[in-house]
């Protein structure tokens, strides 16, 4: 194939990935406001699973907690409208994503090839969902929570609009998703021979430090408990991180083949 028809191809590609989005943002757009009161604002009630499970714990009672949000620019809630249903579209349609890219880069590969390259695309692509899992479910309620409530003074009350929610909720969410990137990151480095297995041995005592001053910058609440929530799945993050790259053997191995090339 020449140069044009690659690039006729990557045309049809790039449609077809615009269409699909443009579908799911469109069918969201419908059914907006239902998913909205059910799922984005879910953390600001009482009800929400994890306050419940705070409350089985500690014997607290969450039920009287409750956000009240507030619009003060005059599009904003017709903005938020439009931008989440663009980025949810971009969420749930990302598997059909890659597979369109996949079937674009895939002639290129040696069968070797595609099957590592179809390994990693599944695996980020779980991660990455369970990424978003963690963000919603457990850091952005514990961040909301802790902030809502949090008064430098009385005198001065928390109203929370709609567009700082939304600038919150959006961006842990995808942060807490490509954090959870890391291992599929530290699985290529660790095929390219740039990172060892061993590096997360002799560095484990520093990185669970390090770990636990981000957990409690996620949540400054000073509640043991809620730090080790949060710690947790940063710390089995970096454990699987250190399981999937491989063994220093296989480095080694790298690094003689690239001196035979020489």
Not at 40 to 48: D, E
Not at 123 to 134: D, E, H, K, R, T
Not at 208 to 226: E, K, N, Q, R, S
Request: proline content about 5%.
């Amino acid at each position: 194939m020449s140069f044009w028809d690659h690039f006729d191809v990557l045309r049809r590609v790039v449609i077809r990935i615009a269409a699909v989005v443009i579908i799911a943002a469109v069918l969201l757009f419908m059914f907006m406001p239902q998913i909205f009161d059910a799922v984005v604002v879910a953390p600001c009630r009482g009800s929400f699973p994890l306050y419940k499970l705070f409350d089985a714990i500690s014997g607290s009672d969450s039920s009287s907690f409750g956000i009240d949000l507030i619009n003060v620019n005059l599009a904003s809630q017709l903005f938020v409208h439009l931008s989440l249903s663009f980025h949810l579209a971009l969420v749930i349609s990302f598997p059909i994503v890659i597979y369109f890219i996949w079937t674009f880069i895939r002639p290129a590969l040696y069968q070797r090839e595609r099957r590592g390259v179809v390994v990693a695309f599944n695996f980020g692509l779980l991660m990455f969902y369970i990424g978003v899992a963690v963000g919603y479910f457990v850091v952005f309620p514990l961040t909301l929570r802790f902030l809502a409530t949090y008064q430098l003074s009385s005198l001065i009350p928390n109203v929370i609009t709609i567009d700082s929610y939304m600038e919150n909720f959006l961006s842990i969410i995808f942060i807490m998703g490509i954090l959870f990137e890391i291992p599929v990151l530290g699985w290529l480095l660790g095929r390219i021979g740039l990172l060892k297995r061993s590096f997360f041995t002799k560095y484990r005592r520093h990185a669970v430090v390090l770990l636990l001053v981000l957990a409690a910058i996620i949540t400054p609440t000073g509640d043991p408990f809620t730090l080790a929530i949060v710690m947790l799945p940063l710390y089995l993050l970096y454990e699987l991180t250190a399981k999937v790259v491989p063994s220093d053997d296989f480095a080694l191995h790298i690094e003689s083949t690239s001196v035979k090339k020489v």
